[in-house]
């Protein structure tokens, strides 16, 4: 009967060691697996920030492109104004000169 009690002991001694190191198997595929999400998680948090500052880059370049663009549109339209003023005075200039032969 002793014996019997000892084996019982024994056994449940076994099966709780053996529970016991089942617990710290699971809790090391538990850590390993938090450690892999936290790092997926900071790998996809680092790939948003780097798409987002692409887009932004992409988003000042073209406004720097419709800048540029509205600049030289406003040089030509200035362009045009003063070649446009220096014609006209040049043609006054011109009627100005003939009627002065003209008087003469």
Do not use: C, H, P
Request: glycine share 2%; proline share 0%.
């Amino acid at each position: 009967m002793a014996l019997e009690i000892i084996n019982a002991i024994r056994g449940s001694e076994d099966e709780a060691q053996k529970i016991r190191q089942d617990a710290q198997i699971r809790a090391r595929e538990i850590a390993k697996t938090a450690e892999d999400n936290g790092e997926k998680l900071v790998y996809d948090a680092e790939k948003s920030a780097r798409e987002q500052a692409a887009e932004l880059i992409d988003d000042a370049n073209e406004k720097a492109k419709l800048i540029a663009k509205s600049s030289e549109d406003a040089e030509k339209g200035e362009r045009e104004k003063m070649q446009s003023f220096a014609e006209k005075n040049m043609e006054k200039a011109a009627r100005f000169i003939i009627e002065e032969l003209k008087r003469q």
